[in-house]
């Protein structure tokens, strides 16, 4: 196999495996709180590592996947929409910030807590298209008890999560040569 198709072959089945992980740890429940799933987490640190590109492929394919289990409605773009906006924040923070630094653990960290918010505000957002703004405030301000919950998740899993997944990524991109912008 050719160096080319083999990066590729690498590539996609990392990208497999973090979807089919986050899939089960949104449809099956660690936790019986809502929003309460380290699904936020791992997005974040594929983006980290791997780049906003392949963070937001990793949400949509998260998002179309579990929705197949766990139903699909007018929901599901604005869910796309937000964890893209998430993906695209870590980058920008990763950007201007030390961000990737273990020395700024603490910044990954607010990091991750702030998206569970971030995400509930661009669904509430995304579902303004359906009812106005009268409907994204109801959506927001009733869901904001449910983002509170999620940006809590964030910050218990962020911490048990973040050295496994990590060195598992890094592992990788040395192994098969990771090109950021491929």
């Not at 109801?138 to 999560?161: E, K, M, Q």
Request: net charge positive; hydrophobic share 55%.
């Amino acid at each position: 196999m050719q160096t080319k198709e083999r990066y590729q072959l690498q590539r996609l089945t990392l990208l497999a495996l973090l979807t089919a992980m986050c899939v089960v740890l949104r449809i099956f429940k660690i936790i019986d709180i809502p929003n309460v799933q380290p699904v936020t987490d791992i997005i974040m640190l594929t983006t980290l590592e791997l780049g906003a590109g392949t963070g937001i492929l990793l949400a949509i394919l998260v998002m179309v996947i579990s929705n197949i289990f766990l139903g699909f409605g007018i929901w599901t773009l604005p869910q796309i929409f937000a964890y893209a906006a998430c993906a695209l924040t870590v980058a920008l923070f990763a950007r201007l910030l030390p961000l990737k630094s273990r020395k700024f653990f603490w910044l990954q960290e607010l990091l991750a807590g702030f998206l569970g918010l971030e995400y509930g505000f661009f669904v509430s957002l995304g579902m303004a298209g359906w009812g106005g703004w009268a409907a994204f405030i109801a959506y927001w301000v009733s869901g904001l008890t449910f983002d509170l919950y999620h940006a809590a998740g964030n910050l218990a899993f962020y911490p048990i999560l973040y050295l496994p997944l990590i060195l598992g990524l890094d592992r990788f991109k040395k192994k098969a040569g990771w090109k950021q912008n491929a």
